[in-house]
């Protein structure tokens, strides 16, 4: 698989951001929020650690660490934590369990990899299923927690779902236990229980709300 390097800039040339509008209102804001799942959650982390106008990120099942290709804002550059093909399974159901393969992001010889979070002034919101099969998102979140800790930052939360698979979506959302990976094209395992990861999906969008309504300004949309 090739992989890209990512390139964080500040900002696209001639966007400024205090001047964005919705339907002819202007959208007042103490700043932008990012949200994302997986590899977006990591992208959301490095937002609102690099970028000063991203002051709330949601990281939705992610990890704390780049992974894949490496990540370049400005003179910094993340090398990406890599995936080891040999550590995948292939389950008796033809789904392809792949929880294993991520090198470990706590591991000191990977350290570069760590997205700087405790550097940034912005709130973190970490929503995890405890039955992620995708990846160990559940521990990702805690080194996160324990990142920021030592790093004197209390200025995070973390919501934890039992029985909780990988892509926590809006509620209703239609719930897999296994998607179709499109570029390996073969399913892959994501885990969760339907009625646990409903429960989760339901509960969590109102807690995503709740944090960027009261981490940007502005009323309930």
């Known amino acids: ?27 007042r804001s103490l700043g932008l929020g990012a949200v994302g799942t997986g ?8 937002m609102v650690t690099f970028l000063p106008q991203v002051v709330a990120a949601v990281s939705i099942s992610g990890c704390h660490a780049n992974t894949g290709g490496e990540l370049r804002y400005r003179d910094r550059v993340l090398p990406g934590l890599s ?22 992001p706590c591991d000191p010889r990977h350290r570069a990899s760590l997205i700087p979070i405790e550097e940034a002034e912005g709130h973190f919101l ?12 559940e521990v990702y979140a805690a080194a996160a927690v324990q ?22 979506d809006p ?10 990976d499109q570029t390996l ?18 509960h969590a969008w109102g807690q995503i709300q709740e944090f960027l309504h009261s981490n940007l300004g502005g009323s309930c949309v």
């Open 1 to 27: 698989m090739k992989l890209l390097s990512t390139e964080v800039s500040k900002h696209p040339e001639g966007f400024d951001p205090s001047h964005i509008s919705y339907k002819d209102r202007q959208v």
């Open 39 to 46: 590899k977006g959650a990591e992208l959301a982390l490095a």
């Open 83 to 104: 995936y080891t093909a040999s550590l995948a399974r292939m389950l008796d159901s033809g789904v392809l369990d792949l929880s294993e393969t991520l090198a470990d």
């Open 126 to 137: 970490f929503v995890v299923g405890e039955d992620d099969r995708k990846w160990k998102s």
């Open 147 to 168: 990142k920021l800790s030592e790093g004197g930052r209390h200025n995070y939360r973390v919501l934890s779902y039992p029985g909780a698979g990988h892509r926590i």
């Open 171 to 180: 509620p209703s959302s239609p719930f897999a236990q296994a998607v179709l």
């Open 185 to 202: 094209g073969v399913p892959v395992m994501e885990g969760g229980q339907p009625s646990a990861h409903a429960h989760a999906q339901a």
